[in-house]
């Protein structure tokens, strides 16, 4: 969307004073060199705005109209105007090309403006909850249908007799054996039977028994793929 400045002239300027020279050299091989013309009315179509755009787009079609002009011989009346009408077909082609592709640029901007507001807003309400779970007296585990522990916050950890520096950031519940009765909990909540208050108690080897009490909630199912998540909400008793 940016008008006509300094950035003009390196960006499609240099282009297109490049092409030109080309388009206008005397060739001995007939080479056109007018489809080369378009990289630059494509550039400031979708960088700049609709004026630049038209503008570098009717900047072309008179050089083309130009070109075709004065390369007119007094010879061959017909293949004179063939040129211009060819020129002008190209410079109108262009015209309408620089239009088109500065809508679609506009509409694309225009769709990637809220989805770029609604990632932010995701990413902070993402922050937040981590905050909100991370300062939670009460443990929260989100376990996976393979009893992957996909996040622990500091109590659970501390109620599963875990440290954060041997245990790894992801871990199953099938790991130690004192988690035997989360395993049951996790399945049972998988199997479609929600887990509300129920009493478990976790044998640990190097330090004393605990008392938990354990709540489950399965999450929506998530994205296409339809799996959805067992959160296991645990309080020391």
């Not at 009315?41 to 079609?61: K, N």
């Not at 393979?146 to 500091?154: D, E, G, K, S």
């Given at each position: 969307g940016r008008g006509f400045d300094a950035l003009w002239l390196p960006t499609v300027g240099v282009d297109l004073m490049f092409f030109a020279v080309l388009q206008?050299?005397?060739?001995?091989?007939?080479?056109?060199?007018?489809?080369?013309?378009?990289?630059?009315?494509?550039?400031?179509?979708?960088?700049?705005?609709?004026?630049?755009?038209?503008?570098?787009?009717?900047?072309?079609?008179?050089?083309?109209?130009?070109?075709?002009?004065w390369a007119t011989s007094s010879a061959s009346t017909w293949a004179d105007t063939a040129d211009l009408a060819q020129a002008a077909l190209a410079g109108a082609g262009l015209l309408l090309l620089a239009l088109l592709t500065h809508q679609m640029a506009a509409r694309l901007a225009r769709e990637e403006a809220p989805a770029r507001r609604n990632r932010v807003e995701a990413q902070v309400q993402s922050l937040v909850s981590n905050l909100v779970v991370e300062s939670l007296s009460d443990g929260v585990l989100v376990v996976d249908?393979?009893?992957?522990?996909?996040?622990?916050?500091?109590?659970?950890?501390?109620?599963?007799?875990?440290d954060q520096e041997v245990t790894p950031h992801l871990f199953s519940l099938q790991d130690n054996p004192a988690w035997?009765?989360?395993?049951?909990?996790?399945?049972?909540?998988?199997?479609?039977?929600?887990?509300?208050?129920?009493?478990?108690?976790?044998?640990?080897?190097?330090?004393?028994?605990?008392r938990l009490q354990v709540r489950t909630q399965r999450t929506p199912p998530i994205g296409d793929s339809g799996v959805s998540l067992c959160v296991m909400f645990l309080q020391d008793l």
């Open positions: 206008l050299q005397p060739s001995v091989a007939q080479i056109n060199y007018t489809p080369l013309l378009a990289l630059p009315v494509l550039m400031a179509a979708i960088l700049g705005s609709r004026p630049l755009a038209l503008g570098t787009a009717a900047l072309v079609a008179l050089l083309l109209l130009g070109h075709a002009a249908s393979t009893l992957l522990v996909r996040t622990a916050n500091p109590a659970a950890r501390v109620m599963l007799g875990s035997t009765q989360l395993v049951y909990i996790a399945q049972l909540s998988f199997a479609g039977s929600p887990v509300d208050a129920a009493e478990v108690i976790l044998h640990h080897d190097e330090r004393i028994t605990s």
